[in-house]
């Protein structure tokens, strides 16, 4: 991964740590809507999720990238997901 951690400022604290993350497919994803494996992949979804810090005044973020893929039979987009590493709902700021 060529981005690495880093600090700046954010919202009301002096720091905050930003870890980059990106969240792929597997292997070749089917469509979740028609189960087509006629599918291309189509870019990144970006979202900030808020982990929990051992230090409140030191907040981590993780910037994760989620893998997209488009159906070519019903035109359908979708994303990777992870359960484990971002809940559906999760926190996000």
Do not use: W
Not at 11 to 29: E, G, I, N, S, Y
Request: a positive charge.
């Amino acid at each position: 991964m060529d981005e690495m951690p880093h600090v700046e400022p954010y919202k009301k604290f002096d720091r905050a740590l930003f870890v980059p993350a990106k969240l792929k497919f597997p292997q070749r994803p089917t469509c979740i809507f028609c189960g087509s494996k006629a599918v291309e992949y189509h870019g990144y979804t970006p979202s900030t999720l808020k982990h929990i810090a051992a230090d409140p005044s030191f907040p981590v973020f993780i910037e994760l990238k989620k893998h997209r893929a488009k159906c070519l039979t019903c035109g359908h987009c979708f994303q990777a997901e992870d359960a484990d590493l971002a809940p559906k709902y999760a926190q996000k700021n």
